[in-house]
């Protein structure tokens, strides 16, 4: 079953899914609540995905096979903080909840697209906000959409810049994961 490869392990801690990502930083009354997650995974991965699924071959998820990856994918991400690690003030903020999770199928590839709430809201104006989107184990390998990597979206006058961390480098060191830093006024 195709939960079992979404469960990285550090004997294969070379990239065996590619992920590209979009997030949205989520702005409420000037404060980050959430972030949208967009991926879109690899080829190869995506069959894997369809085949467990897409039970009636259909060529898209309905409401059943959404359950059922509902149920049975995105959990075994939250050991891994959906690969969206938010960090206020240089501390990492735990993702509190996801929800809003919608699978689909688009020229052979699967988007999973659902919300990362935070714990409680943050105003960026008075915290150093940013984000990094990785997997540590490097088991996945998360890149940025080239047309449009991060966004905001609410009532903040808000930017973002993408930037290296490696001051979080994974993979023994080898390899330095981007960050999104969030700039409000």
Not at 13 to 31: C, L, N, R, S, Y
Not at 83 to 110: C, M, S, W, Y
């Given at each position: 079953?195709?939960?079992?490869?979404?469960?990285?392990?550090?004997?294969?801690?070379?990239?065996?899914?590619?992920?590209?990502?979009?997030?949205?930083?989520?702005?409420?009354?000037?404060?980050?609540?959430?972030?949208?997650?967009?991926?879109?995974?690899?080829?190869?991965?995506?069959?894997?995905?369809?085949?467990?699924?897409?039970?009636?071959?259909?060529?898209?998820?309905?409401?059943?096979?959404?359950?059922?990856?509902?149920?049975?994918?995105?959990?075994?991400?939250?050991?891994?903080?959906?690969?969206?690690?938010?960090?206020?003030?240089?501390?990492?903020?735990?993702?509190?909840?996801?929800?809003?999770?919608?699978?689909?199928?688009?020229?052979?590839?699967?988007?999973?697209?659902?919300?990362?709430?935070?714990?409680?809201?943050?105003?960026?104006?008075?915290?150093?906000?940013?984000?990094?989107?990785?997997?540590?184990?490097?088991?996945?390998?998360?890149?940025?959409?080239?047309?449009?990597?991060?966004?905001?979206?609410?009532?903040?006058?808000?930017?973002?810049?993408?930037?290296?961390d490696?001051?979080h480098?994974?993979?023994?060191?080898?390899?330095?994961?981007?960050?999104?830093?969030l700039?409000?006024?």
């Amino acid at each position: 079953m195709v939960a079992a490869l979404l469960v990285p392990t550090a004997a294969e801690a070379h990239p065996h899914v590619w992920i590209e990502t979009h997030a949205v930083f989520e702005m409420d009354q000037g404060k980050l609540t959430a972030v949208d997650l967009d991926w879109l995974f690899d080829d190869i991965f995506s069959a894997q995905l369809i085949e467990d699924f897409d039970h009636g071959r259909q060529g898209r998820f309905d409401a059943k096979d959404t359950a059922e990856m509902n149920q049975q994918v995105l959990p075994g991400y939250a050991d891994f903080a959906y690969f969206t690690h938010v960090r206020i003030d240089g501390k990492e903020v735990k993702i509190a909840h996801v929800g809003n999770f919608q699978p689909t199928l688009e020229k052979g590839q699967v988007r999973f697209r659902f919300t990362a709430f935070l714990p409680e809201a943050v105003d960026p104006r008075k915290h150093k906000v940013e984000a990094g989107f990785y997997d540590e184990t490097f088991f996945c390998d998360l890149g940025f959409s080239a047309h449009d990597p991060m966004t905001v979206k609410g009532d903040a006058a808000c930017s973002t810049q993408i930037a290296e961390d490696p001051a979080h480098n994974i993979y023994f060191g080898q390899v330095t994961p981007e960050k999104v830093l969030l700039t409000c006024r």
